[in-house]
């Protein structure tokens, strides 16, 4: 089964993603994860999509339907979760696009709801590791040495649009742009909500219920 997981930023929707990667075997394909390898690796799409990033902006949609489209048509037969995508109407429109020219499809578009008040702290005490991308909070799960990823012992550090103000855009770019998906994959009979707050393990089970 093939699945959208859609929220709000920090919503949770790499967490479980990681989870569901681990324990169902499927791939896990996030724009946020693709172009944040883009930049690493020093690319010219890297380098277009870093300006609106690290100001929180959404990366133009052109950018970000190519990058999506040479993903797709290589997948083969393993279940895969987009993450971060589709996060405006035109990606929606052109993703069944995509999906129909390769064949694949999507059984439902999973939203995880969380409380925009509780998304700037989830945000704000974010880690990662710049090595393995593995992810921590200061609070909820920190790593076991302070700076050190328990997985891979890379460097955990905080993502440049983790910054409160950035948060603020990038809060204000999901209401604008990506909360109206909800009607859209209503409308497909796609769509599923899925309470977002508890423990990561909590969601995750409602989540799973809905795979099922
Ligand atoms: P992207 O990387 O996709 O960022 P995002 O959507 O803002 O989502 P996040 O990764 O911030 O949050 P998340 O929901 O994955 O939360 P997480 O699980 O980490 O995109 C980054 C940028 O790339 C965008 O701003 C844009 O510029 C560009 N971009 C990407 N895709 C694009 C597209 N399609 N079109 C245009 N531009 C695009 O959790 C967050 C924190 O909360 C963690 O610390 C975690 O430990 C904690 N947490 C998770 N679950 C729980 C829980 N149940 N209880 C308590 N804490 C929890």
Redesign the pocket.
Known sequence: MNIILF????????????LLVERRNMRHI???????AHVKQGTRLGTE?KT??D???????E??LGM?EDVLKELGSQSFIL??????AP?AEALEAMLKNYDLSISKALF?E?PTE?LMA??T????CSSCGA???IE??PPQRAGICDLCGGIVDQ?P??QESVIRT?LE??EKSTAPLKSYFTGKGQFVAVP?????E??YKQLVSHLD
């Open positions: 929220g709000a930023p920090g919503a949770g929707k790499g967490t479980q993603s990681a996030s724009t946020g994860d693709l172009f944040r999509a609106y990033m100001a929180g902006k959404l990366v133009p949609d950018i970000v999506v993450d971060g995508f589709p996060r405006t990606q995880l969380v509780r989830r945000l005490g974010r880690r990662v992810s921590y909070h909820a799960k993502r649009d983790d990038r770019a999901y977002g707050l508890g423990s990561t909590d969601v």
